[in-house]
């Protein structure tokens, strides 16, 4: 499937990797948004399918973390509902 930010935003197809996260802030800055990020969609993700059950090591793999702990970190913000 390739990089999910692509995918979303397809015109970042265009625009070199290093490039991505100024383009989009810049991109919000002139539409007025704020408090929104390119990485702030990678810990929405985690968080969504943390609360959805997603495994875990999917999860990771999908979001490319090497390290457990860090994906951990990443969907440490979530709410899970444990059924009784």
Not at 6 to 29: K, M, S
Not at 48 to 61: L, N, S, V
Request: positive net charge; contains cysteine; aromatic residues 14%.
């Amino acid at each position: 499937m390739g990089d999910p930010f692509t995918f979303i935003f397809p015109y970042l197809r265009r625009v070199r990797a290093n490039d991505r996260a100024p383009e989009f802030r810049q991109r919000c800055d002139g539409l007025g948004i704020k408090g929104v990020s390119l990485h702030s969609y990678r810990y929405a993700w985690a968080e969504r399918a943390k609360e959805c059950g997603y495994p875990e090591r999917f999860a990771q793999e999908a979001l490319g973390h090497n390290s457990l702990a860090v994906h951990r970190a990443y969907a440490r913000q979530a709410k899970v509902q444990v059924p009784a």
